[in-house]
C-alpha cells in the first residue's frame, strides 16, 4: 500500500498567495522528497529533507518535517501561475536504493 | 545530458500481447527503479535495480518482468498484456550522495490495453 497521504487532495488559490499542503507516512523514512508533476509530464524533484532536519528552504519552497507525528508541509509562498502542477511526497526508507513510496498527491491550481 | 530516456511514450496493446518498455540513463546512477501511476493515485513502484544483474520486487510487480544486464539500461516485460495494466509507466534512475538518494525520472509511457 502506499506510504501517506496528502492533504488536501486539491487546493486552488489566487495568484500570489501562499499554498500550503501536508503529506503522513507511515513507517520510519530516511528522507521525504517533495516532487511536482505538470499535467502529462513526469516528476520533478523540488527539495529533500532528511531525518534528523525538521525545517528546510529552497528559493520559494519551505518544507517541515515532524517524525513524531510521522507528517511533512510543503509550503509554497507568492504563488504563481506557473506551480499549477500535482505535487507529490516521496519517502525512501532503509537502504533508500530500494525505490521511493509516494503518497496520492496534492492537485494545485492558481488562479489568476 | 539526455537524463533518463523512456520509450516510446504512447502505445496501444491488445489483451494478451506482449511488449518491452524501454528505460536508457546516461548519467552512470547505480540504481534504476519502474513505476505505475494510476489515474489519481500516486506513483507505484513496480520494480527496481541496485545495480547491473541485480533486480528486486517492488509493490506491484506481478505481470512484470525485469533485467538489468547494464548500468545504463533497465527494461520492463509485459509478458501478457490485461486491461488492469493500463496506466502511465514511468522510470527512474538514482544515485547516493552522502546517505541521501537523488532520482531523476522520465517523461513517461502512455499504455493502453485494449
Known amino acids: 500500500s502506499q506510504q501517506g497521504e496528502e492533504d488536501p487532495q486539491a487546493l486552488s488559490i489566487q495568484e500570489g498567495e501562499n499554498a500550503t499542503m501536508n503529506c503522513s507516512y507511515k513507517?520510519?523514512?530516511?528522507?521525504l522528497q517533495w516532487y511536482r508533476q505538470n499535467s502529462g509530464r513526469g516528476l520533478v524533484h523540488l527539495i529533500l529533507i532528511r531525518s534528523n532536519e525538521r525545517e528546510k528552504h529552497s528559493g520559494r519552497l519551505r518544507v517541515t518535517l515532524d517524525t513524531s507525528k510521522k507528517s511533512s508541509s510543503l509550503l509554497i509562498t507568492a504563488s504563481r501561475a506557473a506551480d499549477t502542477a500535482s505535487y507529490f511526497c516521496?519517502?525512501?526508507?532503509?537502504?533508500?536504493?530500494?525505490?521511493?513510496?509516494f503518497g496520492k498527491g496534492t492537485h494545485l491550481i492558481i488562479q489568476p | 545530458n539526455a537524463g533518463v530516456t523512456q520509450t516510446p511514450k504512447f502505445q496501444v496493446l491488445k489483451t494478451g500481447q506482449s511488449m518491452t518498455l524501454q528505460c536508457a540513463q546516461d548519467m552512470n546512477h547505480e540504481y534504476m527503479s519502474w513505476y505505475r501511476q494510476d489515474p489519481g493515485m500516486g506513483l507505484r513502484l513496480i520494480h527496481y535495480s541496485v545495480g547491473a544483474g541485480i533486480t528486486d520486487q517492488g509493490e506491484v510487480p506481478n505481470g512484470y518482468n525485469v533485467s538489468r544486464s547494464t548500468t545504463e539500461d533497465f527494461p520492463l516485460r509485459l509478458l501478457s498484456a490485461a486491461p488492469s495494466q493500463t496506466s502511465v509507466y514511468f522510470c527512474?534512475?538514482?544515485?547516493?550522495?552522502?546517505?541521501?538518494?537523488?532520482?531523476?525520472f522520465g517523461s513517461g509511457t502512455r499504455l493502453t490495453v485494449v
Open positions: 516521496a519517502t525512501t526508507s532503509g537502504g533508500g536504493a530500494d525505490g521511493l513510496t
Open positions: 513507517t520510519s523514512i530516511n528522507n
Open positions: 527512474a534512475s538514482s544515485y547516493s550522495l552522502q546517505g541521501d538518494y537523488g532520482y531523476t
